[in-house]
């Protein structure tokens, strides 16, 4: 299955149908949130296919030989396949809002808003110098990894991530467990691994959290990373929503 057909299929509307609510609730609480299965089994294939069309990608990165884990990613080149367009945008949309109220409660003053729309974010991005295209395929074999990072790529950088997964955990791989970790001020790390969902995926920070506090909110300091993958093949989307310098 090709991205277009892949795109013709609905996916903003599987994006907006999701619990936004609920979702915004796990945020809160929980600094991360999961995403039900948006894709079937065909459409993970597709896309996880992708990593194998080099002409769709403007670099692939070898994380062994930069220490950053063991396995690959290769950022898609513009113009993006039309399904990571059109899931890029309809989660935009809906974390926008959430994203600015974050903001202001990290500012703690007045912080301007995020635009409705992802064009519009965009070209904030652009303005800022930072006009390369960041949604991402990731590959994993048994032994790859990922060290914990965050994904800041120059001064404009939006609160959340989506990470998508393409393969059955369990089943097309084991181990792979999808990792955050908290960085509370003065107070110890507090660690979690997930299991990302067949077609389905997590909300993450890319940076920090609000975390209320007996005077107000403070900031807390998210890493992500993966586990080691015991066996198999694991794949996922990652969708970052500004661009690189």
């Excluded at 396995?71 to 600015?100: K, N, S």
């Excluded at 790529?153 to 369990?170: H, K, N």
């Amino acid at each position: 299955m090709t991205a277009t057909l892949l795109a013709a299929a609905g996916l903003a509307h599987r994006v907006d149908a999701l619990d936004w609510e609920a979702i915004g609730r796990d945020l809160d609480t929980d600094g991360h949130a999961l995403v039900p299965a948006l894709l079937d089994p065909g459409e993970c294939r597709g896309l996880a296919a992708l990593h194998d069309r080099p002409e769709l990608f403007r670099g692939r990165v070898d994380m062994a030989r930069h220490r950053f884990g063991a396995g690959e990613y290769q950022y898609f080149a513009d113009p993006l396949p039309e399904a990571v367009t059109e899931l890029r945008a309809a989660f935009y949309r809906h974390l926008a809002p959430v994203a600015t109220d974050w903001a202001a409660r990290l500012g703690g003053g007045r912080v301007a808003a995020f635009p409705a729309d992802l064009p519009a974010y965009l070209a904030r991005c652009h303005a800022a110098g930072q006009t390369r295209p960041t949604p991402l395929l990731l590959r994993y074999g048994p032994g790859g990894h990922n060290t914990l990072h965050q994904d800041l790529y120059g001064r404009e950088a939006f609160p959340f991530q989506v990470v998508l997964g393409l393969d059955r955990p369990g089943v097309d791989y084991t181990g792979g467990e999808f990792l955050l970790v908290q960085q509370r001020p003065r107070a110890q790390s507090v660690g979690e691994a997930v299991a990302l969902p067949f077609g389905g995926g997590l909300v993450f920070p890319t940076r920090e959290r609000p975390v209320r506090g007996g005077r107000g909110h403070h900031r807390v300091a998210v890493r992500h990373g993966v586990s080691r993958v015991r066996s198999g093949l694991r794949h996922t989307l990652g969708l970052v929503f500004h661009e690189a310098q």
